[in-house]
Each structure stands twice: as C-alpha cells, then as structure tokens.
C-alpha cells in the first residue's frame, strides 16, 4: 500500500507491477510526487496473470493502474494520468504547451533509443554487436547531458526545481543502467564525461518520492543472472528428447558410451532425470552432489549431449513460498494452488483416456513432470495440514499418485514422505 496520504479523488487506486520493472517504477514515482494513497499488487507472472490478461488483453503488459474500475496502461500514458487526475504534489508536465510537447519527445526518445541500447548490450550475439550497442548507448548519454544542461537551466533536474517528466522516464533507466556496467565495467554515467547527469542522479536517487520505491541494485544484478541463465538453459523436454535420440543412436551404433548423473537425493529435477533413464533403460553412473555455495544447479549430465538441467519456476516454487510465510489455507496462494491441481485433474482425465497414466498405460514426459514434485507436495501436506490431493476433489490424481510411486522406474529413487519432511525441516531451520 502507497504509504503517502490520501488524494483529492476518492476512488480506489491499485497498481499492477513487478519490482524490477522500470516502467513500473515510472509510475510509483509519479504516484508518490503527487501523494496518491494506492496498493500495489506485485504480479510474479504476468505473462499468466489473470489480472493482466484481464485489464490489459491488448498487450499483456503491465504496469497497469485501476483507478475505480478503469484501466490505464503504458507508463508514460499513466505519468500523464496520475498528473492530471491529481492535483496534489509539484506538477509532473511543464504548464507551457511548448515544454510540455519537448519533455515528451525526450521521454518517447529515451524508450525508443536509450532503453533499445541497454537491451541490445545485454543480448548481443557477438562483441562485434556488443560494441555497436555500447556506443550508441553512449551517444545517448551525450545526448542527454546537453538536453540536461537546456532543460534544468542551472538547476537541479530536468524539470528544474523539481522531477518532472523527463526526470522520471530517464531515472526509472538508471537501475538497468548500473546493472549493464556492472556486467560490462564500462561506466555510461561518468563525473568527467557527463557531469550534470552523475550529479542529477545522485539526486534522483535521493528524492523522497524515489527512494522507496527505488529497487537495489544487487537483486537487479542478480535477476538479470537469473534470466539469463533461464534464456540459454535447455528446457527440461528439449533434455528428455536428447536423451532419446542418444539412446536411439546408441542401439544403431551398439555403442556403450558412459552416461553419468550429477544430483542430489532429495531434488526433484534430479528425480525426473533418473525416471527417464531408467524407462529408457540406459546404463548411468549417478554421482551424489552435496548442495555447496557456487555450484551450479544440478542436475547435469557429464555427456557432450546433454545440458544441465536448472531449477525452473513452478508450481513447486510457489507452494513453498507460501509454506515459508505461513500464509493460511485459505489465502490467494493457497487458493491459487488448489485452482492449478483441479486443472490437473481434468487434464489428467482428459490425457489419459482410461488409463493409469497421463501417457496412457505408462509413464510419460508429463508423468515425470509432475510427479517428480509429488514429494514436495506430501511434505507441504504435513507441514500445512492442508490435503491437496484428496479422493473428493482429485480422485484421479490420488490414484494416479500412487500408481506412480509404485511403478518399477520410480520406486527406486523416489524418497519417502519421512525423509522429504526431515530434509524441509533442516533447510527451514538453516534459513
């Protein structure tokens, strides 16, 4: 909730976000410079969210404010909603056409050439493209620092005295930026070469309406190693089907080549990549990797084949998010989590036509998937008190469970319900 008081309109104000966005950030500064009392509604998945999809079906995107019942969409759009709507706060636009009609050239320029740039260093193929990317970022902030010195007029930003328009399109830049220079350690915003954007950021970051909302740079660093480890990790299907065509190729050939495993024994990812080997009956070597600090996520397979598997955001993921705040059996996520299993069990019904198995009569590529995490949901069961898989909601699933645990691929490898439990406690107790 905005923590700053109330506003001249009355109507509920709500604000669709995601803390690392900058667009996002645009509009929280603008709500905040005109003292707007609002929720913000953090969306984890917004390519998934049916609150997106709802109030944006056009683009999918957020932010997204709800003012009453109405939607407005596109950051700048909304700066220059919360503005007019508002009177509350220093103004955000000049109040002469001419000025106004400039700070919004430099803002759709900034989206168009300066946040183009800091995504073109960070996905170049080449140094060749990196470089290219890097200098015309760096035109850009030349650029920018004479436009600085012509729009403050001395003073201490854009908008003079105080944030204004451009300030805000530009500032909600600057987190992405001090990312692209810790990943590059060339430095875009310099005392010597632009001196009155270095200081008009420190101020930036200062003002009382920025630094609350201002995200630090360290998780922004460590999201964006995040995403990029999602965006050049192999899927978990792309893994499954080279290890089919491996073993395909091995029969042809009568090769015997050596396959080893690296995992641990409670991972579930670890556990789909054991089911698939043994339903291929493909001879291994599993290696226990104890957790350490530095590691890559496991499991990986020691194969010129294969990739290694990472932690991917599921289901699971969620569920313990939830287990670990305590939330209670009937909060959004808990909620959330029933609604997902529901539609496991109609798709389970639908997939498996009779059978005892989504595959059909055994196991398949959405079995292991599944029922990888079956585990993990026992342990959140005892934790909770909740039953989430239950003979009166999802009688298909309950059976498929514990078909599923039994089969001869699994059974070897699946850890016990005890086992599960133990190991959460510890890693509970640790944190």
């Keep these: 909730m905005g923590s700053i008081n109330g506003s001249k309109n009355d109507e509920c104000v709500r604000l669709l976000g995601a803390w690392p966005s900058p667009f996002v950030l645009r509009t929280r500064i603008a709500l905040n410079l005109k003292r707007v009392a609002y929720e913000y509604l953090e969306e984890e998945d917004t390519l998934n969210s049916e609150s997106v999809l709802n109030y944006n079906p056009v683009h999918k995107q957020i932010p997204i404010l709800i003012h009453g019942n109405k939607p407005i969409r596109e950051s700048l759009n909304i700066v220059m909603y919360v503005d007019e709507t508002w009177l509350s706060g220093p103004p955000i636009l000049p109040s002469d056409p001419f000025d106004r009609a400039v700070a919004r050239f430099w803002d759709v320029y900034i989206d168009e050439h300066c946040f183009t740039s800091i995504n073109g260093v960070a996905v170049a193929k080449d140094e060749d493209e990196r470089k290219a990317a890097i200098a015309k970022l760096g035109q850009c902030m030349a650029l920018l620092e004479e436009t600085f010195q012509e729009c403050s007029k001395g003073r201490g930003f854009f908008g003079g005295e105080n944030i204004g328009f451009i300030d805000i399109g530009f500032g909600s830049m600057l987190g992405p930026l001090k990312v692209l220079e810790k990943f590059t350690g060339f430095k875009f915003i310099h005392p010597k070469n632009t001196p009155g954007l270095f200081h008009w950021a420190d101020r930036f970051y200062a003002h009382e309406a920025v630094k609350p909302v201002m995200p630090d740079i360290e998780k922004l660093v460590e999201f ?208």
């Design 224 to 431: 964006a190693r995040l995403k990029t480890r999602k965006q050049t990790t192999p899927s978990l299907e792309t893994q499954l089907k080279s290890i089919r065509n491996k073993k395909t190729e091995m029969t042809q050939n009568g090769s015997n080549g050596t396959v080893k495993l690296l995992g641990t024994w409670s991972s579930p990812f670890a556990l789909r990549g054991r089911i698939a080997l043994h339903l291929k009956s493909v001879e291994y070597e599993y290696i226990e990797e104890a957790t350490k600090p530095g590691r890559q996520s496991l499991p990986s397979r020691h194969c010129s084949f294969l990739g290694s598997l990472r932690r991917r955001k599921v289901l699971l993921n969620r569920s313990m998010r939830w287990l670990e705040r305590k939330k209670t059996p009937g909060g959004a996520a808990a909620g959330n989590l029933m609604g997902c299993l529901v539609a496991l069990e109609e798709a389970f019904q639908k997939s498996s036509k009779g059978g005892g198995f989504c595959g059909g009569e055994n196991i398949g590529f959405v079995d292991i998937v599944c029922g990888a995490i079956v585990g993990p949901f026992s342990v959140i069961e005892v934790f909770s008190g909740v039953k989430l898989l239950s003979p009166d909601v999802t009688p298909g699933l309950v059976q498929w469970a514990e078909r599923f645990r039994a089969h001869e691929a699994v059974k070897p490898y699946m850890p016990s319900v005890a086992e599960f439990v133990e190991f959460a406690k510890q890693k509970l107790n640790a944190q």
